[in-house]
């Protein structure tokens, strides 16, 4: 093992070094090979997002390089930053100064994704993020991160679709809304979904609920919620307490409809909280591998030849639509030097995707379609695709 | 109507705390020793449990029963390894060791296994809502508490009726008379450690089949809840233990139910100040003059 580690090493850094002296082999300058980087969460505390994301990516490589870019190939440079922020900075720079790639796909969460942001804008080297949420990624303080984009929709975007398939198709009038208020994450979806509800004449009851990360036992708020008669209870928090909170709710007889968000997306939320409790709930969510789209289904039926017969989630769906966009905008730029790449990613109309039909808005956020989902006994069943 | 539902949340809450707390409090009572540890004794009791249940396939009441031996063993090493070489350093040093283990078991439980949460399978127990004048009750809340009663029961008889319990009772009062009075000190404490950690562990085992997530980071709020349970009934003191429990799971129902549930652990904390500030013996416990 030792030994196999130590070739594998030494071959990288060698790789490095000829990247570093032959231009020829160097991604803007035009070799026969396109470097792309990769700079994921293979190991640690997130690695499922990572190594998702990589499965996703590699398929899409497959397929885009049986062709190639005008006769050139795409070569993947992974890194794994260990889902440490730190980790993927130094990944970043080394993907840039030592490899000289193209472009950057990653990280998987916000923060990491977030301490490559200030790298990539120095350096004017391409960033896109297949599932970082956080809207200060691409757009802070005013000031747009021209070279960072993203794949996936942002928060208060689901909240807003989750309202108006409340208003519209569940035909609610009265909304309650348990937050969770250790994450940003829930914070932006709850906003985002009451702004839109009232907008649509809804009425939000009772005060925001909340409760923290790691927190049990939610009988005595989910009580006290249904002392206040909602037709409908928005919670948009991560599957861990989201199956607790279904569990109790359906205990204590709270049966309204409940939704959330992508956060919802996990098996463990139907082994915690149960099939029965699951019932009667939906999820807005990147995409569903039960789509009839012909388009996705031929991905479905690509990625579970590949990888023995998995069924692809959203993380794999967006990391396959991330190597997409990437090529797109290569293809359109007719170039591979970083700064042509993003200009064209800046300019994306219409690309029709795994996760959606996506443009770029001017904030480099993509506007595309959100899929809803409904539980049925523990099963996720494509319930609508909601424009924005 | 809604505030006796508040009230009955509190108490299917509480008495898992009281479960924890009985272990807690009994240790202290007799070796006066903080075990921080116990809360982790508990998380290891859920995983066995969970064990049992998933790979073995056995009903609740043999997982029950695994878990409280395994525990009261683990209990027993933790004592002999950590804590008995410090019998007669300070006070803090035991406390601090305490802390140590309870890191330890933590990290230890997250290196073998990672960090992720396990799902107990749904209706271990059967889970039935008993409607009553408006108020739902769920069976499995009926159950725990009749387990941290029956439980509880046992433990009294077993201090105040048994052999082993008239020696923990004696080596309490004065270790050193106890020893010469025949007593071996060491076999008694490993039984306080044992019975304790037993008691852990079935506590485990009912918090996983009712809420169901067990992660290897469970065991540090209830164990924390636990402690300031046991402080507010009177630590040492067993029926202390059991109505501190209750209590705090009501107090904490009941700030949920005015709209502050994010304060609901600091509440707690705050419950435990006003205790140590103006009844430090706790509920139960009779305020004496320390002799000089």
């Known amino acids: 093992m030792k030994k196999i580690l130590g070739i594998s090493m030494s071959l990288l850094l060698s790789a490095g070094l000829m990247a570093g002296c032959g231009s020829a082999k160097s991604g803007g300058k035009g070799g026969d090979e396109i470097l792309i980087g990769a700079n994921l969460e293979l190991s640690g505390g997130v690695a499922s997002y990572g190594q998702s994301i990589l499965e996703g ?11 190639g870019i005008d006769g050139k190939k795409i070569k993947l440079v992974k890194v794994d930053n260990k889902s440490d922020a730190a980790e993927a900075t130094s990944a970043a720079t080394k993907l840039i100064d030592k490899d000289k790639v193209s472009a950057i796909i990653g990280a998987a969460t916000s923060t990491n994704t977030l301490a490559q942001v200030q790298i990539a804008q120095g350096k004017k080297i391409p960033l896109i993020t297949p599932t970082g949420t956080s809207p200060t990624i691409t757009f802070d303080k005013g000031k747009l991160n021209d070279f960072v984009f993203r794949t996936c929709f942002i928060d208060p975007f689901q909240g807003t679709v989750a309202a108006n398939f409340a208003s519209n198709e569940l035909k609610v009038k009265t909304a309650s809304i348990l937050i969770d208020s250790s994450s940003d994450y829930a914070k932006g979806l709850a906003a985002a979904f009451k702004e839109a509800f009232e907008k649509n004449g809804g009425t939000i009851v009772g005060n925001d609920e909340a409760y923290v990360q790691k927190d049990t036992d939610f009988r005595s708020t989910l009580t006290r919620i249904k002392s206040k008669n909602p037709e409908f209870v928005f919670v948009p928090g991560y599957y ?99 700064e042509k790449i993003q200009k ?45 | 109507m809604e505030i006796i539902q508040q009230l009955v949340n509190g108490i299917s809450l509480g008495s898992i705390y009281a479960l924890i707390a009985l272990g807690y409090t009994m240790v202290y009572g007799i070796v006066k020793l903080i075990n921080f540890a116990h809360g982790d004794v508990f998380m290891i009791g859920s995983f066995i449990g969970f064990y049992s249940i998933t790979f073995l396939h056995l009903g609740f009441f043999p997982a029950l029963i695994i878990s409280m031996v395994v525990c009261a063993i ?26 140590g283990v309870s890191l330890l078991i933590e990290y230890g439980m997250i290196y073998l296994r990672g960090a992720q949460p396990e799902a107990y399978p749904i209706n271990t127990l059967p889970s039935k809502s008993i409607h009553l004048l408006g108020i739902t009750i769920n069976s499995q809340s009926l159950f725990i508490l009749g387990i941290s009663i029956v439980l509880m029961i046992v433990l009294q008889f077993i201090v105040h009726k048994t052999k082993t319990g008239k ?30 950690s037993a008691l852990a562990g079935a506590a485990g085992v009912i918090f996983g089949t009712y809420y169901i997530k067990i ?20 630590i040492g003191i067993i029926p202390g233990a059991m109505v501190g429990g209750l209590l705090l799971g009501v107090i904490e129902s009941l700030v949920s139910a ?35």
């Open chain 2, 167 to 196: 020696a923990m009772r004696a080596v309490s009062h004065d270790a050193e008379a106890a020893k010469l009075m025949g007593i071996s000190v060491d076999r008694t404490i490993s039984a306080t450690f044992a019975i304790g």
């Open chain 1, 344 to 388: 064209a990613l800046a300019e994306t109309k219409g690309l029709e995707l795994i996760s959606g039909t996506m443009t770029l808005d001017d904030k480099h956020n993509p506007i595309k379609s959100a899929t809803i989902l409904k539980f049925v006994n523990g099963e996720q069943k494509f319930e609508a695709k909601i424009n924005p």
């Open chain 1, 240 to 338: 861990e307490e989201v199956g607790l909170i279904l569990k109790q709710a359906r205990e204590i007889g709270l049966d309204v409809p409940f939704m959330g968000g992508d956060g919802w997306d996990s098996p463990k939320l139907i082994e915690i909280g149960g099939k029965e409790a699951t019932n009667n709930s939906y999820i807005t969510n990147h995409y569903s591998s039960g789509d009839s789209d012909a388009k996705i289904q031929d991905f479905v039926k690509a990625f579970k030849a590949k990888y023995k017969d998995k069924t692809p989630d959203a993380f794999n769906a967006l990391g396959y639509d991330t190597l997409y966009l990437l090529t797109d905008a290569i293809k359109r730029a007719g170039s591979s030097e970083p």
């Open chain 2, 215 to 234: 992660e290897p980071l469970m065991g540090l709020i209830p164990g924390i809840k636990a402690f300031v349970a046991a402080v507010l009934g009177g």
């Open chain 2, 74 to 99: 683990l209990g027993v090493v933790i004592e002999r390894i950590a804590y008995k070489p410090l019998r007669n350093a300070t006070r803090i040093a035991a406390l601090i060791t305490a802390i």
């Open chain 2, 258 to 292: 005015f709209g502050y549930s994010l304060w609901r652990d600091g509440v707690a904390f705050v419950v435990l100040i006003l205790i140590l500030i103006f009844r430090p013996s706790g509920l139960f416990g009779k305020n004496f003059k320390e002799k000089v």
């Open chain 1, 57 to 67: 990516v590699n398929l899409a490589l497959d397929e885009i390089n049986k062709e």
